[in-house]
C-alpha cells in the first residue's frame, strides 16, 4: 500500500492545480493570439478604405488630350498600320528604351509599383513625378497616379493607350491627363506633356520599324 504521507498529498494538489492553471491559460492565450490578428486586419482594412477615400475625395480637371501616330520618321511616312500589341511587346521587352521620362526603369512596371519619375525640360527646371503604375481596363494601355510630391499634385492620373486609327488602321497612341493641384502652369505643362508624348511616339515607331525592316 502506498505511503500517503501529508508532504505526498501536499506535492499531488500542487501538480493537480498546476495542469488545472494551464488548462485555464492554454485557450485565454488563444483567444488572445486571435483576437490581436482580427484587431491588426481591421486596422489595415480601416487603412486601406481611408486611402480610397482619399483617393476618391481628390477633384480631378482634365488638362489634356491628345493623340499621335506611332511612325519611325514624320517625313517619309503619314502613319503605319502595325499592331498595338506590337507596342505593348517592346515595351515589356524594355520599358525605358522608348519611354522618354527620366526615372522610368528597364523592366515593365508590375501593378501598383511606384517608379520616381522626374519630369524635365528646357523650358522649365526638373520636377519631382513621382507615380504608381496600374493596368487599367484597356487592353493595350495603362495609367499612372501621382504620389504625393508630383508636380501635379497627389491623386492625378494619365492614362495611355495604343489603338489603331478606325479609317486608316494606323498605329496611334492616346494619352489623356487629370490633374488635382498643379504647380505649374498649365500651358507649360501641356507643352512638357505634348512633347514627352509625342517623343514617345517616335521612339516606339522606330524600335517597331526595325522588326519589320532587315535593314535595321
Known sequence: MLNRSPLFRRL?????????????????????????????KKTQAAVAEQDTTATAAVKLRKLYDVSFYVKPNNARFIGKPWKPSEAIRELKKCFNC?????GAPKKYPAENQRINLKACATFFVCKNAP???????????????????????AGSKVYFNFINEKKTGYLKIHVWAYVA????????????????????????????????DPRC
Open 131 to 153: 507615380v504608381r503604375y496600374h493596368k487599367g481596363k484597356d487592353k493595350y494601355g495603362w495609367y499612372f497616379t501621382a504620389e504625393k510630391g508630383h508636380f501635379d499634385g
Open 98 to 102: 522608348t519611354f522618354p521620362v527620366k
Open 12 to 40: 499531488s494538489n500542487l501538480a493537480v492545480a498546476g495542469a488545472a492553471m494551464l488548462a485555464v491559460l492554454a485557450p485565454a492565450g488563444a483567444a488572445s493570439a486571435s483576437s490581436n490578428a482580427a484587431v491588426a
Open 181 to 212: 493641384k498643379p504647380t505649374v502652369n498649365d500651358s507649360l505643362n501641356k507643352r512638357f506633356a505634348t512633347s514627352k508624348w509625342q517623343e514617345f511616339a517616335h521612339k516606339m515607331g522606330v524600335k517597331i520599324n526595325c522588326n519589320h
